[in-house]
T-cell receptor, first 115, second 117 residues
Framework: AQTVTQSQPEMSVQEAETVTLSCTYDTSESDYYLFWYKQPPSRQMILVIRQEAYKQQNATENRFSVNFQKAAKSFSLKISDSQLGDAAMYFCAYRSLYNTDKLIFGTGTRLQVFP | DGGITQSPKYLFRKEGQNVTLSCEQNLNHDAMYWYRQDPGQGLRLIYYSQIVNDFQKGDIAEGYSVSREKKESFPLTVTSAQKNPTAFYLC????????????????FGPGTRLLVL
């Protein structure tokens, strides 16, 4: 069974600085998807970025980018030029290409952004 | 505007009562999902449906039931058999590509918080 681990329960960053959130996963599959979702205080889950395992190039979305290390089963999220609105819970998630449709989530990292 | 709506935002359940959480989407998505979130945890899948009139159990289906009579709607009923229903419930939807292959991103609604009186 696949698992997703986020080892940082909380992180903090100064406004305009860069922060990296860690995520590791375990799977025996060769092809899959990885996601980062943001959950602000409103509690709605918002997609931040998505990576397909067969793509070697790291995904980027504006200030958000990932460092995808397939062999190490690592999928970290880098937030550049942090803004106050980035403060939220961030969840890493795995989705199998072959099995059920479910997303497998980590336990989340709470990011605080200080002015 | 296209999106996923969930109602109510807050729901209170009395002992022995069944309650139903609504989820509607106008994104023309084929697949819909229900997740449960407990404090300090990620989301866990309760049920999912890939097409109308068909649905499958997720990891924690006991004490829950669903129906999928319309493409746009996927209501979740929390039955009296669910002994610990207090949680945040999130509905999601995605395009379904059919069978093994490229699968699409899941998008989430705003959630319903269920509390037990």
């Amino acid at each position: 069974a696949q698992t997703v681990t986020q080892s940082q329960p909380e992180m903090s960053v100064q406004e305009a600085e860069t922060v990296t959130l860690s995520c590791t996963y375990d799977t025996s599959e060769s092809d899959y998807y990885l996601f980062w979702y943001k959950q602000p205080p409103s509690r709605q889950m918002i997609l931040v970025i998505r990576q397909e395992a067969y793509k070697q190039q790291n995904a980027t979305e504006n200030r958000f980018s990932v460092n995808f290390q397939k062999a190490a089963k690592s999928f970290s999220l880098k937030i550049s030029d942090s803004q106050l609105g980035d403060a939220a819970m961030y969840f890493c998630a795995y989705r199998s290409l072959y099995n059920t449709d479910k997303l497998i989530f980590g336990t989340g990292t709470r990011l605080q952004v200080f002015p | 505007d296209g999106g996923i709506t969930q109602s109510p935002k807050y729901l209170f359940r009395k002992e022995g009562q069944n309650v139903t959480l609504s989820c509607e989407q106008n994104l023309n998505h084929d697949a819909m999902y229900w997740y449960r979130q407990d404090p300090g945890q990620g989301l866990r899948l309760i049920y999912y449906s890939q097409i109308v009139n068909d649905f499958q159990k997720g990891d924690i289906a006991e004490g829950y039931s669903v129906s999928r009579e319309k493409k746009e709607s996927f209501p979740l009923t929390v039955t009296s058999a669910q002994k610990n229903p207090t949680a945040f419930y999130l509905c999601a939807s995605s395009i379904y590509s059919g069978g093994p292959g490229r699968k699409e991103t899941q998008y989430f609604g705003p959630g319903t918080r269920l509390l037990v009186l």
